[in-house]
T-cell receptor, first 113, second 114 residues
Framework: KQEVTQIPAALSVPEGENLVLNCSFT??????LQWFRQDPGKGLTSLLL?????REQTSGRLNASLDKSSGRSTLYIAASQPGDSATYLC????????????FGGGTRLMVKP | DGGITQSPKYLFRKEGQNVTLSCEQN?????MYWYRQDPGQGLRLIYY???????QKGDIAEGYSVSREKKESFPLTVTSAQKNPTAFYLC?????????????FGDGTRLSIL
């Protein structure tokens, strides 16, 4: 079964800390992997998309890596700020699933001032 | 500004009642999706549509119905057969297969039982 898992479910860090969020997936036959941010009561905002042929993507203080062979992706946030507090979700588009995404359960991040 | 509009933001359903959630997009995307999100959990796919007048069941379609009469619109009806409808419903859209573009999401509709 194709599944996506995110651990931990919640994380609390002091402001300024560098942090890593983890995402694991059970099938290496992926088309891409996407990271989203969700603020309370809101929809999802796309942060980064890593294509199957890529190893990482960067946007500002965010860096996402992809290792298909081990079934893992990480989202690295540098110099965290209170405004980074949100839930971060990863999602996989499998090769045999068209445009459909399978989501992990998310990591709820709290950055304390 | 291009985007996805969901309405209403909050919706209450009475016993035995069908309710319809609206989703409109002006991004000219072919594909549209409906997801359900329960507290503290990820998203689960209800229905999706790759093109007008065509749609497919997702993982949890029972108790829901959709239509896709226009490219811009993909309404979701939560029927009385859905015994546990309380959840946050998210609509999304994307270009068609093979584009490697992320899905765009609306701001969601929160549905509760009266």
């Amino acid at each position: 079964k194709q599944e996506v898992t995110q651990i931990p479910a919640a994380l609390s860090v002091p402001e300024g800390e560098n942090l890593v969020l983890n995402c694991s997936f059970t099938d290496s036959a992926i088309y891409n992997l996407q990271w989203f941010r969700q603020d309370p009561g809101k929809g999802l905002t796309s942060l980064l998309l890593i294509q199957s042929s890529q190893r990482e993507q960067t946007s500002g203080r965010l860096n996402a890596s992809l290792d298909k062979s081990s079934g893992r992706s990480t989202l690295y946030i540098a110099a965290s700020q209170p405004g980074d507090s949100a839930t971060y979700l990863c999602a996989v588009e499998w090769r045999d699933a068209g445009n459909m995404l399978t989501f992990g359960g998310g990591t709820r991040l709290m950055v304390k001032p | 500004d291009g985007g996805i509009t969901q309405s209403p933001k909050y919706l209450f359903r009475k016993e035995g009642q069908n309710v319809t959630l609206s989703c409109e997009q002006n991004l000219n995307h072919d594909a549209m999706y409906w997801y359900r999100q329960d507290p503290g959990q990820g998203l689960r796919l209800i229905y999706y549509s790759q093109i007008v007048n065509d749609f497919q069941k997702g993982d949890i379609a029972e108790g829901y119905s959709v239509s896709r009469e226009k490219k811009e619109s993909f309404p979701l009806t939560v029927t009385s057969a859905q015994k546990n409808p309380t959840a946050f419903y998210l609509c999304a859209s994307s270009p068609r297969d093979g584009s490697n573009q992320p899905q765009h999401f609306g701001d969601g509709t929160r549905l509760s039982i009266l």
